[in-house]
């Protein structure tokens, strides 16, 4: 029989108002089933099998559940880089990810799986998943903090912020509490004030998520919600115009002038340039010219005229990557993938072609 004390059922309870808050989550996310809505219920269904696992109740109460319960938390890190991907980098699909990528991926989640299942989970390996983990989370810093300059997009902005905060939180408590304070984490006192901050968070997640998202919900025709979203980005267009009168037109005369052509530019040198302070350039590029990424806008200038250069015959001993630096990249790399990007060639085989 499981005795608990008053505390450990207040415990209980914050715990599955949370789960309840997540399921809640996952059946607004599985409304339309997408690359994305997935990767959201997944780590949302992580994050309940943590607040579970966690419970102050004795593993034996478990039985082979807390086998799965194990195996999907310690998922967590993995289902993580999934929604950084989607979230962070609007052309990112599974199967443009490499074959043999995929396979390892694969491979390595059917261990798991039957390491957890089948083993228990029990034995170093566990221990060399967590920091796996760590590794894992410290890939999705490093995606959020590399574009964060560079992303125009308030939203995603905001969503590599909590990122950020979030794995920072969870390798902090991983290091701590798995591998040093263990005796700490079975501990009443931190599994109340676990709970307290898991309930807080879900919470306020929860009613961000529904909030932004209420007219999505409410019934209404295609059309009319169609319509809505236009006149919506109508109103966002007409007051980027009001509020920075002038300044469009300033920023495609300045680079027209050739401050494209600057190595490393940046938006906050941009905006120098112009006057203006660096969130209004960047709201002015996001809503008034359309582009979500910093690089996408300065590719937008660079590769046609580097298209110039290459398809000039006076210019033909060049090498691409002196134009490359020309044009402001500061190596080769990045050069050629905006440019197939973007053009669909290499630029060796699109000089060829004159």
């Not at 967590?76 to 074959?99: C, E, M, S």
């Not at 989640?109 to 894992?136: I, P, S």
């Not at 267009?237 to 600057?262: D, I, S, W």
């Not at 990249?329 to 197939?340: E, M, Q, T, V, W």
């Amino acid at each position: 029989m499981m005795h608990l004390i008053e505390i450990q059922v207040v415990d209980l309870f914050l715990r599955f108002a949370a789960v309840g808050q997540l399921g809640l989550l996952i059946a607004f996310f599985s409304r339309n089933i997408t690359a994305l809505s997935a990767a959201n219920i997944t780590v949302t269904l992580c994050v309940i099998c943590y607040v579970l696992l966690t419970a102050p109740i004795g593993n034996s109460h478990y039985g082979g559940f807390r086998h799965v319960l194990l195996l999907f938390t310690d998922l967590t890190p993995f289902a993580t880089v999934w929604y950084a991907l989607g979230h962070l980098n609007p052309q990112f699909k599974l199967d443009r990810i490499p074959k043999w990528i995929l396979t390892v991926v694969l491979l390595w989640l059917g261990w798991l799986v039957y390491f957890f299942l089948v083993l228990g989970g029990r034995g170093m390996f566990h221990d060399f998943n967590h920091a796996l983990g760590v590794m894992l989370l410290c890939y999705v810093i490093y995606l959020c903090i590399s574009e964060f300059n560079g992303d125009l997009d308030n939203e995603r902005r905001n969503t590599r912020v909590m990122l950020v905060a979030l794995c920072s939180l969870y390798m902090i408590g991983l290091v701590i509490f798995e591998f040093t304070l263990k005796s700490v984490r079975d501990s009443w006192q931190f599994s109340l004030v676990n709970s307290l901050m898991i309930f807080s968070a879900v919470f306020l997640v929860c009613a961000k998520e529904m909030f932004s998202r209420f007219e999505i919900l409410a019934p209404q025709p295609l059309v009319a919600a169609q319509a809505h979203a236009e006149h919506n980005n109508q109103l966002s267009t007409a007051k980027v115009r009001q509020m920075l009168p002038g300044q469009t037109e300033n920023l495609e005369r300045l680079m027209a002038q050739g401050a494209f052509l600057e190595t490393d530019l940046t938006v906050n040198n941009l905006a120098r340039q112009l006057g203006l302070p660096a969130h209004q350039l960047r709201h002015l590029i996001n809503q008034q010219l359309g582009f979500s990424n910093f690089s996408d806008f300065l590719n937008s200038y660079r590769i046609p005229w580097v298209c110039e250069q290459l398809a000039d015959a006076s210019k033909r001993h060049l090498p691409i990557l002196t134009l490359a630096l020309e044009a402001g990249y500061g190596s080769i790399a990045p050069f050629n993938r905006a440019f197939k990007t973007k053009m669909g060639l290499t630029p060796t085989e699109y000089r060829d072609q004159f």
